[in-house]
């Protein structure tokens, strides 16, 4: 099962973590992994190219753990109204199609919400 938390301060979303394989498929052959993953990238290269923003991420391949977050989702770092609006909306945007992708995948997704203040770890 693979746990998704993401991160909310004041009502935006910032960030989140993965941890696990999901167990749907094949280790290299888990179509729902390879979502999740497609999906984390978009995430990272949108935020880096697109909205030319920082995103802080960690990668582990050995123990699938994933943190990514955005400083620009939040206006204490974000001038940009219309910057952290988007980018805080990539993160809503995936955990609306996580929650989708609960209804017939709940058995290989935990999800999760926590709202606390960006930190650096």
């Known amino acids: 099962m693979t746990k998704l938390v993401f991160y909310r301060s004041g009502g935006n979303f ?6 696990g ?14 979502a999740l993953s497609a999906m984390t990238m978009l995430i990272i290269n949108t935020v ?8 802080d991420f960690e990668i582990d391949e050995k ?13 204490e ?6 910057k952290r609006y988007a980018v805080s909306g990539l993160f809503l945007a995936y955990y609306k199609q996580i929650e989708d992708m609960m209804e017939e995948y709940y ?8 709202d606390k203040p960006y930190d650096e770890d």
């Open 21 to 34: 394989h999901t167990g749907y498929g094949e280790e290299g052959d888990d179509v729902l992994c390879a």
């Open 48 to 55: 880096e190219v697109a909205y030319a923003s920082r995103v």
């Open 77 to 82: 770092f974000e001038e940009d109204e219309l």
């Open 107 to 114: 058995d290989y997704l935990d999800v999760s919400v926590v």
């Open 14 to 19: 910032y960030g989140f973590e993965e941890q």
């Open 63 to 75: 123990t699938t753990n994933i943190r990514v977050k955005s400083r620009a989702a939040l206006p």
